[in-house]
């Protein structure tokens, strides 16, 4: 019952009376919070802080992107409070913070699939782990190689400072193996953005991108995917990556600089529980409690 | 009374004096910011992974051949599209269109000069590269050329409202004199006016050159930023990667002091150099004009 309130009052923020009761139990100052990181995380973050914000007034929370290593880089030189990545920190990125007096602090927040995405024009359906990394290695440059039309492949992937880069560099063109040293083919095209990305695979036909589940639209075509060439072939959904089928899935976290207190650690622990991850849901991202979080749905 | 005009007079020309002299220590200071934070690559990469053909910096791949190659190819076609279109349209507005429809032509020329960037590149994006990968059926419309094309508009503004002022700046008399020694229209266009007003041109392209090589959110929105070596010709029709987006896009992602940091500012030099040497060149040829004209005077 006390949760149902709860949920009434992120709702309609109308409810003036029950947010002000809601504040008093706050700090009751005025607390400002600087988040920053991912892209793929940051219109989860900026919901996030819509929906906390409106249940305590006290708390400013002003949310950017710019990806996930300018958001560590951030958090090492002490510009924000909170860094979204969509990829844990690196050993170095670590050392360099502890340099500066940084410990940071992690948090698994989410859990994100990178979908495959092509032009809705293009005829092929599924891809294997080595056939993408072959793809983004530049060695398959027809799709005829893979089953589809005698057509050019277009590699489309993020900028070198996105953790979906880095991500889809280790699991993926590099298949996971950690002495492998092979790289991006250098006539893929690194765009600035997730909608870099979506506008040229909407409109080209020879076009293959990667992203996170939560930008895919319906205008674009999801290829299912397979960890070897035997299959299964699968296509990301919120159920496919909770039970492990889907191969391409990874978790997305906030760092903080040192244990979290005050507000910072509210919203954390804010971000943590079941109303919050419910909005991961509704985004397309996959919640981390998500047993918890569908007993919720159901009700 | 007469103490007092001196001294604002002595105020006024030593800030004046110190308005000229400071831009000469704002491009000093510069250059020594850039070496500063620059010249440490040198030691912490070989010269020859320097030269080396592949960018890859986050997996230490420093090579900075694509990327001048890449912004040479861009500067270069965005200057073969706008000198010559640029310098007809300023001959046409100063020379030949009638006064009212110049009267409203260099206004809104003008006007397109201030368009910001971005909405170029925005409209770059949806919807000259998907016309220019169907018309020329390109893998991908996000080319070298695409960028080549949105940089010429940008720098047509620019040329076109400096030539024009230079062109108009040629004293009537001559027009006068070459039509009254029975010149052509056209022959006095491009045998008198033109050549009289050469230096002013010069800036102009020069100007609009300088606008090209150092845009960058353009660049970066509509060249696929793939950072491949240009090797051959049809290079113009694939994507190519550029010093500035370079710069812009990975500066924001790297540690201050790291190796990737110092290579960055290796390009800001790079950058630094070419602009230098274009303008070293110019104002060579434009001392050199006027001496001749000179000696012709005399």
């Known amino acids: ?73 951030a958090l090492i030189n002490g510009t924000v409070d909170i ?44 891809l294997s782990l080595p056939q993408l990394s072959a793809i983004y290695r ?9 089953g589809g039309e005698d057509r050019p492949i277009v590699l489309l992937s993020r900028e070198t400072n996105s953790g979906t880069h880095v991500f889809f560099l280790e699991h993926i063109v590099r298949l996971g193996e950690k002495d492998n040293k092979d790289l991006f083919s250098p006539d893929t095209l690194l765009m600035p953005s997730s909608e870099g990305i979506s506008t040229e695979v909407r409109q080209n036909p020879n076009a293959i991108g990667y992203d996170g589940l939560g930008y895919v639209t319906p205008d674009m075509k999801t290829v299912a995917v397979a960890a070897t060439d ?18 391409i899935a990874r978790d997305l976290y906030m760092y903080t600089r040192g244990e979290p207190a005050g507000a910072i650690k ?20 996959v919640p981390i409690k998500s047993d918890f979080v569908t007993a919720l749905i159901s009700k | 009374m007469k103490l007092k005009v001196n001294w604002i007079e002595l105020i006024i020309e030593s800030l004046i004096r110190a308005t000229g002299y400071s831009a000469i220590l704002f491009v000093v200071l510069i250059l020594i910011f850039l070496l500063r934070e620059g010249l440490p690559a040198f030691g912490e990469v070989k010269l020859e992974a ?136 056209w022959q006095t266009i491009w045998r008198v006016t033109v050549p009289a007003a050469r230096s002013g041109i010069l800036t102009a392209i020069m100007l609009g050159i300088g606008r090209a090589i150092g845009e960058t ?27 500035t987006a370079t710069i812009a896009a990975e500066m924001g992602e790297v540690a201050n002091g790291s190796t990737h940091y110092h290579v960055l500012f290796t390009i800001g030099i790079v950058l630094f150099l070419i602009s230098f040497v274009v303008n070293l060149t110019a104002s060579a040829v434009v001392f050199r004009q006027k001496k001749r004209s000179q000696r012709l005077l005399s």
């Open chain 1, 266 to 285: 509210e919203y954390i622990d804010w971000v943590l529980s079941p109303e919050a991850q419910r909005i991961v849901a509704q985004l397309g991202f």
């Open chain 2, 217 to 243: 959110m353009t660049v970066m929105m509509v060249t696929g930023n793939a950072a491949r070596m240009p090797t051959s010709l049809n290079a113009l029709f694939l994507p190519v990667r550029t010093m």
């Open chain 1, 230 to 247: 035997d299959g299964p072939y699968v296509l990301p959904t919120i159920a496919t990556v909770n039970d492990q089928s889907y191969p």
């Open chain 1, 138 to 146: 530049g060695e398959i440059t027809n799709w005829r190689e893979v």
């Open chain 1, 83 to 126: 860094a979204n990545a969509s990829r844990a920190i690196k050993a170095e990125e670590r050392q360099k913070a502890e340099a500066n007096g940084i410990e940071p602090v992690e948090f698994v927040v989410a859990r994100d699939a990178i979908a495959i995405v092509v032009n809705p024009a293009n005829p092929v359906n599924q």
């Open chain 2, 50 to 185: 320097l030269f080396g053909e592949r960018w890859y910096p986050t997996e230490g791949h420093f090579g900075l051949l694509p990327l001048i190659g890449g912004s040479l190819i861009v500067t270069l076609g965005a200057a073969a599209i706008a000198v010559p279109f640029g310098l007809a349209t300023a001959v046409f507005i100063a020379e030949v269109a009638p006064r009212w429809v110049r009267e409203v032509l260099k206004p809104l020329i003008e006007i397109l000069g201030g368009l910001p960037s971005v909405v170029l590149g925005f409209m770059g994006m949806l919807v000259l590269a998907p016309f220019i990968r169907t018309t020329l059926n390109t893998p991908t419309g996000l080319t070298a050329f695409t960028g080549s094309l949105l940089l010429a508009g940008m720098a047509l503004p620019t040329l076109v409202s400096v030539a024009e002022d230079a062109l108009d700046s040629v004293p009537r008399s001559y027009r006068d004199a070459a039509l009254a020694l029975g010149a052509t229209q």
């Open chain 1, 1 to 73: 019952m006390l949760f149902a309130t709860c949920l009434l009052m992120v709702l309609s923020p109308l409810l003036t009376a029950c947010d002000a009761s809601q504040a008093d139990a706050a700090s009751g100052a005025q607390a400002a919070i600087e988040n920053k990181g991912s892209d793929t995380m940051v219109n989860l973050a900026l919901a996030w802080a819509e929906a906390y914000q409106s249940q305590q007034p006290d708390v400013r929370l002003s949310v950017t992107g710019g990806g996930s290593g300018t958001g560590i880089a």
